[in-house]
């Protein structure tokens, strides 16, 4: 596995940790269909949260938050709604979060903005 992977990986894995944290249940990790792929699908209370998590390890292309396109986050609107058809669960309202994290000489940070979209 490339190193490139092996950090988005890690970075899925330290988003799932802080979500659980935070009172989440994690519902689907990896999702995909034929228009993309949901990295997370929580609940948190009433509302599908579908996640988008970005970890990059130097900001020469620009910090982890800035790499996720408006293109992309209206996408996982679309993709919320394409899970939903798939599962009976039932929801209030749809929230797009995003979760950035940066590595930087072996530490980890992690910026968590919620409703992005």
Do not use: P
């Amino acid at each position: 596995m490339a190193a490139k992977d092996r950090l988005g990986r890690q970075g899925e894995q330290l988003a799932v940790t802080f979500l659980t944290a935070k009172g989440m249940r994690v519902l689907d990790r990896n999702w995909r269909c034929a228009e993309g792929e949901i990295d997370i699908v929580a609940r948190d209370g009433n509302a599908l949260v579908i996640v988008e998590v970005k970890t990059r390890s130097g900001r020469s292309h620009g910090t982890a938050f800035e790499a996720v396109t408006g293109e992309k986050l209206l996408r996982l609107r679309t993709l919320a709604v394409r899970w939903l058809a798939t599962h009976t669960e039932r929801f209030d309202t749809i929230r797009v979060d995003v979760i950035a994290i940066e590595r930087f000489a072996g530490d980890f940070s992690l910026r968590h903005e919620r409703g992005v979209v």
